[in-house]
């Protein structure tokens, strides 16, 4: 009964897009570490993927609102910094729904979402938002984003 | 305040003052690119400055993190007064950046190891950002240092300015002492010889010679500061303490 209520919650959550990417869920981005049963209460616990990044606050209040109009009230978040948000925990599944998206995945080679060229080059180290660098394809001469690997 | 308190707000207000100075730059960026850069290097230092208040303000149990950094006056706060200074030009702005992004790293690699364990969580979240901050810095230290003759005068004038203010890295007062001995805080002492390393092999790259250490700016720990703290704190927390109950 209890396990079938917590895997209603990570449905739910995997139904929460990110903020700033809406085609993959807050799952999907791996922020969402754990869902536990504590004293009768749901305890979500998340973790940030840059300190500062302002989406963070925004994807808290839509957890919240998700899991209330669900009639599930009895929950608490909480914020987790061990062990540190990383791109590795992205599937493979995920990274393919950027790049189908535009934006090029966090790998170590990467190509133009475009026309999936190697020959990149690197505009800006920094992008729209804190989990993005800018590059320009060379070959079909797109500029686009790089899901930066940290 | 108990000495873990006040050995975390250290910290938190190097990265606080020093967002807070990058943040100006919001809007008057050299290009579109290095606007967005700073701002976002900004925002990190925010957020680092964000996970150690609401820390303090958890081990205080009565002062929340807002009223950490809005309420406090001058003398309370304990930011090195490198993240003071004026933005100045460009260069000015990277120098500064390139030297604190160094101590940043070496600061959280130690930090990391603490025995609290929070402490070292956040440690490890901030030092993956403040290497990536590194990377660009340094990237300009070299474009502008190996640039043309009038980019390398310009940032070798920064960095013979702004050197007297990296004394301040390394000194351990009688706090510093206590909460490296209680396996909480670092040694500052031993980060001297990797730093001068790390800044050393860019300046190499970048053409550039490394000042001499001389007078070194000193009193932070102590919260004496320079006059353009006074400054920053007033734009800072002007709207809170104007209008106290003011929400978004
Ligand atoms: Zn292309």
Redesign the interface.
């Known amino acids: 009964m209890q396990n079938g209520k917590i895997d209603k919650i990570w449905q739910i959550l995997g139904s929460v897009p990110d903020p700033e990417i809406p085609v993959i869920s807050v799952v999907e981005l791996g922020v969402i570490r754990d869902v536990q049963l504590i004293k009768n209460e749901y305890v979500i616990s998340v973790t940030?993927t840059?300190?500062?990044?302002?989406a963070v606050k925004t994807f808290q209040d839509d957890i919240k609102e998700q899991l209330k109009i669900n009639n599930i009230n009895n929950f608490k978040i909480e914020i987790?910094?061990?062990?540190?948000?990383t791109t590795d925990w992205m599937t493979q599944e995920t990274k393919e729904k950027l790049r189908d998206y535009g934006i090029s995945p966090p790998e170590k080679n990467a190509s133009c979402p475009q026309c999936k060229s190697k020959e990149i080059e690197l505009?800006?180290?920094?992008?729209?938002t804190?989990c993005k660098s800018?590059y320009k394809c060379n070959d079909c001469l797109e500029p686009f984003e790089h899901f930066?690997c940290? | 305040m108990t000495d873990i308190e006040k050995y975390i707000l250290r910290i938190a207000d190097t990265t606080l003052i020093l967002s807070q100075r990058l943040s100006e730059w919001c809007s008057k960026g050299p290009s579109l690119e290095e606007d967005i850069a700073l701002s976002n290097i900004s925002l990190d230092l925010l957020g680092q400055a964000n996970g150690l208040l609401e820390y303090v303000s958890k081990l205080n149990g009565e002062i929340s993190p807002d009223e950490y950094a809005f309420k406090r006056d001058e003398r309370e706060f304990y930011n090195f007064q490198i993240c003071e200074i004026e933005n100045g030009h460009f260069g000015d702005t990277i120098i500064r950046q390139f030297l604190i992004d160094i101590y940043f790293k070496l600061y959280y690699q130690e930090l990391e190891k603490s025995k609290d364990e929070t402490l070292s969580a956040l440690a490890t979240k901030s030092l993956k950002e403040v290497s990536y901050h590194l990377r660009h810095s340094s990237n300009w230290v070299i474009r502008l240092g190996d640039g043309t003759q009038e980019s390398k005068d310009k940032i070798q004038k920064s960095l013979n300015n702004i050197w007297k203010y990296t004394g301040e890295f390394f000194e351990m007062d009688e706090l510093d002492k206590k909460m490296l001995k209680e396996k909480i805080g670092v040694n500052n002492k031993t980060l001297k010889k990797d730093w001068d390393k790390l800044v050393d092999e860019t300046l190499i790259k970048a053409k550039l010679k490394r000042p001499e250490d001389g007078y070194m700016m000193t009193g932070s720990r102590k919260g004496i500061h320079t006059e353009m703290l006074g400054k920053i704190l007033s734009e800072m927390q002007y709207l809170p303490r104007a209008y106290p109950d003011a929400k978004w």
Do not use: D, H, L, T
């Open positions: 940030p840059y300190s500062g990044c302002p987790v910094y061990k062990p540190a948000w505009i800006s180290e920094f992008g729209a804190a800018m930066k940290i």
